[in-house]
């Protein structure tokens, strides 16, 4: 995908956001990213082990990157855009191979929308296919979504609030049409998906001020495998003078 649209719409400079909050957290997220990995691995543990893929893949924080490497003959790792750390350090892993898509497919064609299109209704615009710039070889035997269920849409609305004016309906089916694809994507039976879905605000005497629902479609299922609350911002810096945590909740085969 065109990495100057990827730069309009606030992809770079939001992947150094999230490792700069992960360092200023300093340690915050360690109950977390322990959690995230010890559920992957439980998942794959019975799974068929010729290849795997990872959606939202990011800076590897929250991946057992060594020991899928060592479980599978292919991994797969999937994200709109790798730091060029993590391509770095990639090449010490010959099994391993990153992949760069916009698997929500509307990326491109939203930046086109609000360029051309910004009094069009968002139910005209189409999706394109996520998996045209996957190597044809693509067919994982398990396949992981990584916390990004609920991050899919939210640089892409950011963008088009900016620029457009549409009715919190619309962008609500809009949000829940992504998550719904994205879901669809994953294989039955053979995926985990993991993802925040509620933000819960504190102030700083750490009293509750506000929930939010992050996720607009069904989830795979009525009750989760596992949940915990990610402690995601204590420093107030996200939500001015707030103190974020989010609900995890995390299922496999389903």
């Given at each position: 995908?065109?990495?100057?649209?990827?730069?309009?719409?606030g992809f770079k400079s939001d992947q150094e956001g999230i490792i700069n909050r992960y360092i200023n957290e300093d340690g915050g997220w360690e109950s977390h990213l322990k959690n995230t990995k010890d559920f992957i691995l439980k998942a794959v543990e019975n799974s068929e082990k010729s290849s795997v893929a990872v959606f939202g893949s990011g800076w590897w924080l929250d991946l057992p990157t060594e020991e899928l490497?060592?479980?599978?003959?292919?991994?797969?790792?999937v994200d709109i855009?790798?730091?060029?750390?993590?391509?770095?350090?990639?090449?010490?892993?010959k099994n391993l191979t990153l992949i760069e898509?916009?698997?929500?497919?509307?990326?491109?064609?939203?930046?086109?929308?609000?360029?051309?299109?910004k009094n069009k209704s968002l139910s005209e615009l189409e999706a394109k296919n996520p998996f045209?710039?996957?190597?044809?070889?693509?067919?994982?035997?398990f396949t992981i979504s990584l916390n990004i269920l609920n991050q899919l849409d939210i640089l892409l609305l950011s963008y088009l609030e900016k620029k457009c004016n549409y009715e919190k309906n619309e962008i609500d089916n809009f949000r829940k049409r992504i998550q719904e694809n994205h879901i669809k994507m994953l294989p039955a039976s053979k995926s985990c998906l993991i993802s925040d879905c509620v933000e819960i605000n504190y102030d700083k005497d750490n009293n509750k001020t506000a929930e939010k629902d992050l996720i607009y479609?069904?989830?795979?299922?009525?009750?989760?495998?596992?949940?915990?609350i990610?402690?995601?911002?204590?420093?107030?810096?996200?939500?001015?003078?707030?103190?974020?945590?989010?609900l995890v909740k995390a299922f496999s085969s389903f």
């Open positions: 995908m065109n990495k100057k649209i990827l730069r309009k719409l490497c060592k479980m599978f003959d292919k991994v797969y790792f855009l790798h730091p060029s750390q993590i391509k770095k350090k990639a090449l010490d892993y898509a916009d698997i929500t497919g509307f990326a491109e064609n939203l930046y086109f929308h609000v360029k051309k299109n045209a710039d996957f190597p044809s070889d693509y067919f994982p035997d479609t069904e989830l795979p299922a009525k009750k989760a495998d596992k949940e915990w990610w402690n995601f911002d204590t420093s107030g810096k996200y939500r001015e003078g707030l103190k974020i945590r989010f």
